[in-house]
């Protein structure tokens, strides 16, 4: 008998090869789904940043005259959550619609609804606050309590229920969910 050989792949070989490229789109699947959790808590974070830095225009530019006492403005009652208060009433008038005519407070009141609206729509779980808040942070995180008093500056925080990349709730170590922004307005007159 005549031994001849034999040339190409060998099954081990193809085998290992299979292994390693398996292992590979494993991987790149991995990276692909890391990158578009990053990307969603991006796109949150910077929707969240821009409907605070939008109340804080809406505050200055809306400015109550004279000034109330911080238990009778209506900016520093806003306290909104989107799982207490799933669909917000609309004031009365609407604002924006032809022809209508609104004094400072109205105005107010349709503002927070706009950004009630807007939290609601955009953020899983929205939250938003203002408030007066003389320390913004605890442990190196954000927090939605409130410590100031009257000398301190106005602040807009607004957040989301986000999670982890395992599924789990993103909580602080209290268990609470923390801001994703807060925004200093400054000191109404």
């Known amino acids: 008998m005549r031994w001849t050989r034999s040339r190409g792949f060998t099954m081990l070989e193809i085998m290992v090869a299979l292994l390693v490229l398996a292992l590979g789109i494993f991987c790149g699947t991995g990276m692909q789904l890391a990158a578009l959790r990053t990307r969603h808590q991006s796109a949150l974070l910077t929707q969240s940043l821009h409907l605070a830095n939008s109340l804080a225009e809406r505050m200055r530019a809306n400015s109550i005259a004279p000034p109330l006492p911080d238990a009778a403005n209506p900016y520093l009652s806003f306290n909104y959550d989107a799982l207490a208060e799933p669909s917000p009433a609309p004031p009365s008038p609407l604002c924006y619609a032809l022809g209508a005519h609104c004094d400072r407070g109205q105005l107010a009141q349709f503002d927070l609804y706009d950004i009630k609206q807007q939290v609601h729509s955009s953020l899983p779980a929205g939250r938003a606050l203002v408030c007066r808040d003389a320390g913004l942070w605890q442990g190196g995180r954000l927090r939605w309590d409130c410590t100031g008093g009257a ?39």
């Open 151 to 189: 000398g301190a500056p106005l602040v807009v925080k607004v957040g989301w229920r986000g999670k982890r990349p395992d599924g789990t709730a993103a909580r602080d170590a209290d268990g609470a969910f923390v801001p994703g922004v807060a925004v200093v307005v400054g000191a109404l007159p």
